[in-house]
């Protein structure tokens, strides 16, 4: 997806939830499905950080990579 501001978008929108996420550096399939099964309880990009496995230098590589 193409997002010019990370708040734009909500996590649970469903362009969110097409989003091929092992396409970020970092993330393989555990963090994939992980947050695939919790991106209806997210509120905000920023609660990815919630995600078992994401920090906050993951954090700040998805929100490149959103921003692209």
């Not at 963090?31 to 609660?47: G, P, Q």
Request: net charge positive.
């Amino acid at each position: 997806p193409n997002f010019t501001t990370t708040t734009e978008v909500k996590p649970n929108d469903q362009s969110w939830k097409s989003t091929n996420w092992k396409q970020i550096k970092g993330i393989g399939i555990v963090k994939n499905n992980a947050i695939l099964a919790m991106i209806d309880d997210l509120d905000s990009i920023d609660d990815l950080i919630t995600i078992k496995g994401i920090g906050l230098k993951t954090l700040e590589k998805i929100k490149k990579y959103l921003n692209k």
